[in-house]
């Protein structure tokens, strides 16, 4: 069974504007919680015990953040056995303006991770508790969460290779080519370590994971993964109220069950 999980969490989230302008997007508020928080919550309470957060921009925050969580963690959240590691990725990589994207938090946790399969995920996207629990999946290959969606053009599309294995990934397609796409959560063996370095900077300049996921697909080493529930996304300024309305239904939903 899969225990640890990384999650990355070192930008700063410009697309909010001035509310990321002392802190990460990670650590904005909604409904009086970092948005993170919610994250950690839902990680812990699927089974994950042992994350990293790899973190960048005001890395003391995040280190305050931790501590505060620890203290105060959700009611709903069963913190026995949390282990909770920070690691600053500029100081291993350098600032962003040398090395960048969604590939190089996994370049700063070989050491910790070792030989262990671990989950990875995005710090500003969150999951469901049972979706999670579905890519607990403690075998030789990679995966990749696909969700099924009614505008596949503006995300990466999954396409399968047979039933279960991806064959590639088509970014942003201008026609339709299928409506799974992929949701930001992933199953990582070791092997990922290998292709790290084969990765070359995208057009945007950045190390983009779904290169290496590209890399490790051509070995026919990465499945895909259906999950069923939900997928919310922290990158703009109206997604606090998105957020914040569907975990208000979420609680309603909660307090219900428990009478």
Known sequence: MIKKVVVAAAGQGTRMLELSKDKSKHL???RN??????????????GYHDIVLVVGFKEQLMEDFKEDFIKNCSPFADKRGLK?????????LGPK????GTACPIKCVKNIVGNENFIYLYGD????????KLMNIDDKFCYVAG??????????????????????IIEKPKKFVGSLIN?????FTPEVFSKLP???????????????????AKDRKVKIKEIKDYWLDFGNPEDIKKVSDFLKNECNKTVAKSY
């Open 198 to 216: 084969l990765v070359k900077k995208s057009p945007r300049g950045e190390y983009e994971i779904t290169d290496t996921i590209s890399l490790l």
């Open 147 to 168: 969700l099924e969606h009614k505008n596949p053009e503006k995300y990466g599309v999954l396409i399968r290779d047979g039933e279960d294995f991806l064959e590639e």
């Open 84 to 92: 909770i590691e920070i690691v600053d990725q500029h100081k291993i």
């Open 97 to 100: 303006e040398k090395e960048y």
């Open 28 to 30: 904005i508020e909604v």
């Open 125 to 132: 996207n969150l999951f469901s508790v049972q979706d999670l």
């Open 183 to 187: 949701a930001g959560l992933y199953k």
């Open 33 to 46: 919680r970092p948005f993170l928080a919610y994250v950690l919550d839902n990680l812990i309470n699927a």
